[in-house]
């Protein structure tokens, strides 16, 4: 059973880079889009952007010039970076998989639990 | 931007009893459109994929309709453990959800 796994600073400082990476275990990374979607503290949810395991990229619009999502295939691994944050960055990153046999590649059907960034001085 | 609005905002039911939750897109998304349900603390769940199917695992109790801009998600008979937040979600542009609605015990 495929699982993901959620990892990086909690804390990040206003202006500075958040770094978040997503490790798949359980299964494969190949033929599957992985997709970095937030959740501010009480409110919904918003799509930052996927990754296709060839590296093709694709972002949400109001994102798009800070955002960059990369894959390691050897390590099962893929990344986001969200530069020159603000505390309207704080939020749960949650990292998760589109596409594959039964779903298109926006449609997300595993997800990891979830990490808290907060972006404070 | 295709902003879809979810109503209500909040429900209070009881067990058992039958729910239908609304989801209306501001422009035409199809089929394309998916249902999301969201425990307390927990990452979402894909209940429902291309307005309709049912995703792998979920219960026969939950169903969706609609096409275009007005959808609906169903729970037959509501059990203790749905009770939780649900949220839409349309991919016929770059992925956007509703706001949510909030299904709480009576």
Known sequence: ?121 | EIVLTQSPATLSLSPGERVTLSCRASQSVSSYLAWYQQKHGQAPRLLIYDASNRATGIPARFSGSGSGTDFTLTISSLEPEDFAVYYCQQRSSWPTFGQGTRLEIK
């Open chain 1, 1 to 121: 059973q495929v699982q993901l796994q959620e990892s990086g600073p909690g804390l990040v400082k206003p202006s500075e880079t958040l770094a978040l990476t997503c490790t798949v275990s359980g299964g494969s990374i190949s033929s599957y889009y992985w997709s970095w979607i937030r959740q501010p503290p009480g409110k919904g949810l918003e799509w930052i952007g996927y990754v296709y395991y060839d590296g093709r990229t694709n972002y949400n619009p109001s994102l798009k010039s800070r955002v960059t999502i990369s894959v390691d295939t050897s390590k099962k691994q893929f990344s986001v970076k969200l530069s020159s944050v603000t505390a309207a960055d704080t939020a749960v990153f949650y990292c998760a998989r589109g596409g594959g046999d039964h779903y298109n590649h926006y449609t997300m059907d595993v997800w990891g639990q979830g990490t808290t960034v907060t972006v404070s001085s």
